[in-house]
């Protein structure tokens, strides 16, 4: 029975094994350089900040292993729709996770109940119960969350890590051998430490395996003197000591972006808002219908949490009450326990700034309610010994729930294989969360064909809902220019909350501002974008505002500090060299061309570069020598020949610069510059009447060319 139910668990998710990316997979998987190579471990093992693998090394290895596997399969694995195939051996790892989770609670249950301690009924009927909670369980569909939503790995690593930490525990326990037990227990240590480097809920485990032992093995702390537990101490310790890890990954992948009790929330709206969370979680359990991929940020209004609350603190009370009495409410102490102690890291006083509630987060908590319900409900059917009519019509109404719960998962499952329809559901469920509306309009926007005028009417949305959604605003804005209207572009930009929007999003704000011809402001707004580390590219653009506000001292501040960033960038080496030349430093560039030229020996750009370097310096017969290498190695590229024409002008060589500037010439005819300067190549040797029609031209070309305005006659 236990394949059938693995079976139609594959069968309910298979609608969503070819899912595409959504929300935040993009920045954890086709934005994480540190998944592109499984070996050496060192580089997965340091996942990106601002990502949802942050702090969870053991996530991000298991995303290189994916990375990998699509590489030996030869998938496509570039950003973008193209690559339709890239997604599958993710999700089919998810659910090969999901089903390992499965089958250790179904062996948890089965241990437990073949104990001995419930009375030989309950040996009896361990097999039915544990397949019972295993099959509604795997099948309900509130786990569709963390298992068709890519990077929710997350939540099926950790999951997979307290389960079998547990489990670990158990066989140790019950095992009469010494080697064995020792082998169960470094398996469980290891178990639990890999925990900890998934996610913050696994900090619970070590205690949990604590309660298990006081729940079901033992009727005092005394018996831990006992042959059977023996070692059990030390193993205790152990998994208590790898809270350093966790504790260790916080302190060096700290999620403020995320989770921070001084944040905008305070603690007690967060609280208030997990009382309706969990409240809604327990409605969901029941009937799962109104399930949402996204519930937005914002805090519950009003007194919506307060019956929520009253509900988790009668569930506090009745689990401390049952540990008064272990021996007899054993189920419900410990299961207390677990629903309570693994929500708590998520829903309680710790704010998570990115979202107010999550399906996922019930992952295992779940197990706790329907452990519980399965086991009274057979408690009631053993009360007064049923008949086999009622047993066999007690099992069909299982076999009824499980099939509910399976169709509702494969039409879930249907949904998570769309964007647009996934994200409409979720805007269909919480009207009121501005980010649905903003993640619809992106779906809409990236669909095939796009649906440009919809997309926009979910990104007003969006912005109606929360006016300082930054990224919608900038949707906006992006579309008013493409249409030309920049008055309304002008009108969004203005509404742009400076203070709401992370270094990404400034960048975007700069860009669409420099797109309106607003340089100062753009410029305003980059400087905000690089005060905290962040995109290099946003710093070389700052670098180039400055240049283009006169400001070239803080240009090449900026751009050293991009070249620093990524020391082998030969574009950024080129490009800084490149400024301090025509800032008259050649001195100063030349160490960045060297650097760059080591890297790419045979380029005549760099060569060219370097050409006029010496000539700046007075270098005559270096430049001339530099000048006929970058030639040999021109490729066709004009902007080539043109630094070379400059640098021979500099080098007092008009001859030879007359003959590049043809060659730039004959490559772009259009070339305004490069026009003027070959003038004053004819100048200077002499042939003014040349000149002068080459001044003429460049004017035509490019009227305010300064070169041919102060050359030309009047």
């Not at 803080?554 to 025509?582: K, Q």
Request: glycine share 6%; with cysteine.
């Amino acid at each position: 029975m236990a394949g059938t139910v693995l079976a139609v668990t594959v069968l309910a998710y298979l609608p969503a094994i070819s899912a595409p990316q959504l929300f935040d997979d993009q920045r954890a998987i086709d934005l994480n350089p540190t998944i592109t190579h499984l070996l050496p471990l060192s580089d997965p093992l340091r996942p990106p900040a601002s990502t949802s693998v942050a702090g969870r090394p053991v996530v991000n290895v298991t995303l290189a292993f994916n990375y990998w596997i699509n590489g030996v399969l030869g998938v496509d694995q570039q950003p973008g729709p193209d690559a339709v195939h890239k997604t599958i051996s993710y999700h089919v790892v998810n659910l090969l996770l999901h089903l390992g989770c499965g089958l250790l609670i179904l062996g948890l249950v089965r241990r437990t109940l073949r104990d001995g301690r419930f009375g030989a009924s309950w040996i009896d009927a361990a097999d039915a119960t544990a397949l019972v909670v295993f099959a509604l369980w795997l099948l309900h569909p509130l786990q569709t969350d963390a298992v068709d939503y890519l990077i929710q790995r997350t939540e099926l690593v950790v999951s997979f890590c307290y389960l079998m930490t547990l489990y670990a525990s158990v066989r140790a326990w019950d095992t009469g051998n010494v080697p064995s037990r020792r082998l169960w227990y470094a398996l469980g240590i290891a178990a639990c430490a890999l925990g900890m480097g998934s996610k913050e809920v696994m900090v619970s485990a070590p205690l949990m395996v604590v309660l298990y032992d006081r729940a079901f093995r033992l009727t005092s702390w005394r018996d831990l003197r006992l042959p059977a537990a023996r070692g059990r101490r030390g193993f205790y310790a152990a998994l208590f000591a790898t809270l350093v890890i966790l504790a260790a990954l916080l302190a060096t992948h700290p999620r403020g972006e995320s989770v921070a009790l001084s944040g905008p929330m305070p603690w007690y709206e967060y609280l208030h808002s997990q009382g309706w969370a969990v409240l809604h979680y327990m409605r969901l359990m029941i009937w799962p219908r109104g399930l949402s991929l996204d519930y937005g940020a914002s805090a519950v209004p009003h007194w919506r949490g307060v019956p929520g609350l009253i509900v988790l603190g009668v569930i506090a009370a009745a689990t401390l009450l049952a540990w008064r009495r272990a021996r007899r409410w054993a189920w419900l102490a410990f299961l207390g326990s677990w629903f309570l102690l693994i929500l708590a890291p998520s829903s309680s006083v710790v704010p998570i700034t990115t979202e107010i509630a999550a399906e996922r987060r019930m992952y295992l908590p779940l197990a706790a309610w329907i452990v519980l319900s399965v086991v009274a409900a057979v408690t009631l059917l053993r009360w007064r010994p049923a008949s086999r009519r009622v047993v066999i019509a007690a099992a069909w109404c299982v076999a009824a729930v499980a099939v509910v719960f399976a169709v509702i998962t494969f039409r879930r499952s249907e949904l998570y294989r769309d964007p647009v329809a996934i994200w409409r559901d979720a805007v269909a469920q919480v009207p009121d969360n501005g980010r649905a509306w903003y993640s619809l309009g992106v779906a809409l926007s990236q669909s095939s064909p796009a649906q440009p005028d919809e997309a926009d009417y979910y990104y007003r949305g969006a912005v109606a809902r929360d006016s300082t959604y930054a990224d919608a605003l900038l949707r906006l804005v992006a579309s008013d220019l493409h249409r030309g209207d920049t008055v309304e572009a002008r009108h969004y930009l203005h509404q742009f909350p400076l203070a709401h929007g992370n270094d990404t999003v400034l960048a975007g704000m700069g860009r669409m501002l420099l797109l309106t011809g607003d340089t100062s402001g753009a410029l305003v707004v980059f400087q905000r974008a690089v005060e905290a580390p962040g995109d290099v590219d946003d710093i070389v653009d700052l670098g180039k505002l400055f240049l283009a506000a006169h400001r070239p001292d803080d240009a090449v501040r900026e751009l050293r500090v991009a070249t620093a960033m990524t020391p082998t960038r030969n574009d950024l080496l080129v490009f800084l060299a490149g400024v301090l030349i025509d800032l008259h430093h050649p001195g100063d560039a030349a160490p960045y061309l060297e650097r760059a030229v080591e890297r790419s020996p045979n380029s005549g750009m760099i060569l060219a570069l370097i050409s006029l370097d010496d000539a700046d310096e007075g270098k005559r017969g270096a430049a001339t020598e530099e000048a006929a290498r970058a030639a040999d190695n021109s490729n066709g590229e004009e902007n080539t020949w043109f630094v070379l024409g400059r640098a021979m002008l500099d080098n007092g060589r008009a001859d030879l610069a007359g003959a590049y500037l043809e060659r730039a010439i004959a490559l772009n005819p259009v070339d305004a510059d490069a026009v003027a300067d070959l003038g004053v190549a004819n100048d200077d040797l002499g042939h003014r009447a040349e000149a002068e029609v080459l001044y003429r031209r460049a004017l035509a070309i490019a009227p305010n060319d300064s070169v041919a305005r102060a050359r030309i006659r009047p």
